[in-house]
């Protein structure tokens, strides 16, 4: 994926095609939410969520050093019981961490991570309400490296995907 200004580009080297969101990540990730009032309670938007205050409740005392850097363990239930257990430092920087996952999921509390205030996510782990882990993404490799200015650009010959 590449981000310009507001705009978000996907490239799909396979097809050796791109498609362009604009107006900026956030309102791609909800641009499949219905603005129908009548629509089914499942199909509206949810209300706004206060991340930050999320976050700050969410932030526990325990730590761990994974790959080096010291990581802070945020905790974070949903309503089924569940809970997205995430450690994170402060030593990287912050990112949107959707851009390492599929663009089409909407999963709010992955697509909000860039609120956790300069945290970067190293492990996260989300647990069932039975402490059974279902899924897990962890940072395996870490090195600081200056990246080719052509990994920015859509590549000639790519075609544009309409949606």
């Not at 999921?105 to 697509?111: K, L, M, Q, R, V």
Request: charged fraction near 25%.
């Amino acid at each position: 994926m590449i981000v310009k200004g507001k705009s978000m580009y996907m490239i799909m080297p396979a097809q050796k095609m791109y498609i362009k969101y604009s107006g900026g990540f956030d309102k791609m990730m909800n641009s499949n939410q219905p603005e129908d009032e009548n629509a089914a309670p499942e199909n509206k938007p949810q209300k706004k969520l206060d991340w930050k205050k999320i976050w700050e409740k969410g932030k526990t005392n325990n730590t761990k050093t994974i790959l080096g850097y010291k990581c802070t363990e945020f905790v974070l239930p949903n309503d089924d019981g569940s809970s997205m257990h995430i450690w994170a430092t402060t030593g990287i920087g912050n990112i949107n961490i959707n851009m390492m996952q599929n663009p089409m999921i909407t999963d709010e509390i992955i697509s909000t991570i860039k609120n956790m205030g300069g945290y970067f996510p190293m492990l996260t782990e989300q647990v069932s309400a039975k402490g059974k882990i279902m899924a897990k993404n962890e940072v395996v490799d870490l090195k600081k490296q200056k990246l080719d200015d052509k990994l920015f650009i859509i590549p000639s010959g790519y075609k544009q995907m309409k949606m």
